[in-house]
């Protein structure tokens, strides 16, 4: 196994045990990949709840470009309802963890099909 299955096996851990869901393993294998590269990079690979900023790139970089979302407050709702559900207190909320929470969470499956 490569690096990206061993990150791939780690976020699914994370969906079963800190968020309550059955991973859709091949949906959660090409939301990481279209992650890219920075599921490499420490900082990168997560997001920051606390910080504003980080959340309107989620909300604009992926809800809104990604998976053509139109904007509202519906975007922030869903994204807080993902941190939610990780868990505030968790310290690494991994993007691909959070993405693909965004993903069911707006039926969006088919971007990735």
């Known amino acids: 196994m490569g690096k990206r ?3 791939i096996a780690k976020y699914a851990d994370d969906l079963k045990n800190k968020c309550g869901m059955s991973p859709d393993m091949d949906l959660l294998t090409k939301v990481t ?6 599921i490499y990079n420490a900082d990168a690979s997560t997001v920051a709840a606390g910080q504003e900023s980080e959340l309107e790139t989620v909300k604009n970089n992926f ?18 309802s993902a941190i939610e559900t990780y868990g505030r207190s968790e310290r690494n909320k991994y993007r691909a963890v959070v993405y693909y ?11 990735y099909g």
């Open 33 to 38: 990949i279209g992650c890219g590269p920075a």
């Open 5 to 7: 299955d061993d990150l």
């Open 63 to 80: 809800l809104i470009k990604k998976l053509g979302l139109a904007d509202g407050p519906q975007l922030m709702d869903a994204i807080n």
């Open 101 to 111: 929470m965004l993903v069911k969470q707006f039926g969006k499956e088919s971007v």
